[in-house]
């Protein structure tokens, strides 16, 4: 059994290590563009791209971390695969002008991504915080409702935060990332959506085997 938690463990820090070779790839793909060293046309802008990377990359280690302190192994690699998965949406969209080209992909990116970042923050959230509450009003679907409830709120709050982003970026560069005047409502409306897809999800899984912890 140690051998094979083992073996794992260390396929799981490979598979880690190559999505941060991915992340890091991206970022300074972007970064170059960003200096203009290169000259790939975007849809929008580098430096919205950017910020984004690099506030995803930097949550995202620090969650690592805290997460294996507290459990002894690395956070599973589907959850790094699942973040990388949703900014590459969003760069694929900026990259190939198909926020353009299809009216659709605006709400897919905000629909997928926000499922996805909900996900990532209720399996953090589970093993940072959650399990601490040992209080009798707090019993096993107690802990299951709240982690579920700071990981809607959360990943609404970095939406609302993430439409502020593009509007101040449009204010100081005269850009036009945040599109038409019903488009942050509708990003918003997606990014909900999205929410309320995880949050199914892991009730429907929580019903059906009694756990938790989609993934450990």
């Known amino acids: 059994m140690e051998i094979f938690n083992h073996e794992e463990e260390k396929n799981n820090r490979i598979l880690i290590n190559l999505t941060r070779l991915y992340f890091v790839g991206l970022f300074i793909f972007e970064l170059l563009n960003y200096l203009k060293i290169l000259q790939f046309n975007l849809q929008y802008t580098w430096l919205g791209l950017l910020i984004t ?92 409702k709240l982690a579920v409830f700071l990981a809607a709120a959360s990943t609404m709050s970095l939406s609302a935060i993430y439409e502020i982003e593009e509007y101040a970026e449009d204010l100081i560069f005269y850009t036009n990332r945040l599109g038409p005047g019903a488009d942050s409502a509708d990003d918003l409306l997606f990014n909900l959506l999205g929410i309320l897809t995880t949050i199914t999800f892991l009730y429907i899984y929580y019903l059906v085997s009694g756990k938790r912890e989609v993934i450990d």
Do not use: N, P, Q
Not at 56 to 82: N, R, T
Not at 92 to 99: K, Q, S
Not at 109 to 126: E, G, K, Q
């Open 53 to 144: 990377s690099a506030v995803s990359f930097i949550i995202l280690e620090i969650a690592a971390y805290k997460y294996k302190k507290i459990k002894g192994h690395s956070l599973h690699w589907i959850v790094w695969v699942i973040i990388v998965t949703g900014l590459s949406l969003d760069a694929a969209g900026d990259f190939f002008h198909l926020y353009g080209k299809f009216y659709w992909w605006d709400r897919v990116v905000h629909y997928s991504v926000s499922a996805f970042v909900c996900f990532t923050l209720f399996t953090v959230i589970s093993a940072f915080w959650i399990d601490k509450f040992k209080f009798s009003l707090l019993f096993k679907s107690g802990r299951m």
